[in-house]
Structures are given as C-alpha cells and as structure tokens.
C-alpha cells in the first residue's frame, strides 16, 4: 500500500524558513519522480517543485525559484522541500505528490504551512 505521510509545516513569520518532509513507503522510491504541490482554502491545486529519480534536475515553479529546493533521500525514502525567504503568499497546505507509470495519483494528507506576522 502506497502511503505518504507529511510533516514540518507550522506557523513562521515572513522571512523565516521551514523545512517539509514526506516519509514514503508502498512503492520503489527510487525509481520515481516525486513532487510536492500546494493548496489555499477554496483553491486548486498549485504545482510546487518535482525531483525526478537519478540524477536528473529539479524543477521549481517560478514563484519559489530561488527560495525552496526539492531534495531526495533514497535511502530513507523521504522527499524534503526546504523552504527559505517565506512570505504570506506561502500560506498553504503542502502535500506529496507520486504518479504512477499508470498515472495514477496518490497523495499525503498534506501539512499546513502558515505564514504570518
């Protein structure tokens, strides 16, 4: 069973920095791509950063660049998303995201992640 479980969000002032973690387990985790995604209340889905397996580049979306980065940890089966330069517009809950090779989606239940003053 494929299972992915988030922790790390909590309350940071502007400025501040978190690091999120996703403990996988269910599947080959080094075989495969992961991402992590975020949602407002009321929102869709906003796509955040992928890490793909091997060696292959991360990709971030533009309004993170060069304030988070998406690593691995095959060994330990964890994906981390540190989080740097937090400003409100990062309130949000983040989740893990796997795809299968079948496209399907499992996701985690996702960690809150305030920022405010």
């Known amino acids: 069973e494929v299972q992915l479980v988030e922790s790390g969000g909590g309350l940071v002032q502007p400025g501040g920095s978190l690091r999120l973690s996703c403990a996988a387990s269910?599947?080959?985790?080094?075989?495969?791509?992961m991402s992590w995604v975020r949602q407002a209340p009321g929102k869709g889905l906003e796509w955040v950063s992928t890490?793909?397996?091997?060696?292959?580049?991360?990709k971030l979306a533009d309004s993170v660049k060069g304030r988070f980065t998406i690593s691995r940890d095959d060994a330990n089966m964890t994906v981390y998303l540190q989080m740097s330069l937090l400003k409100p517009d990062d309130t949000d809950v983040y989740y893990c995201?796997?795809?299968?090779?079948?496209?399907?989606?499992?996701w985690g239940q996702g960690t809150q992640v305030t920022v405010s003053a």
């Open positions: 995201n796997y795809v299968t090779i079948g496209g399907k989606n499992y």
């Open positions: 269910g599947f080959i985790f080094s075989a495969h791509a």
């Open positions: 890490i793909p397996s091997g060696d292959g580049s991360t």
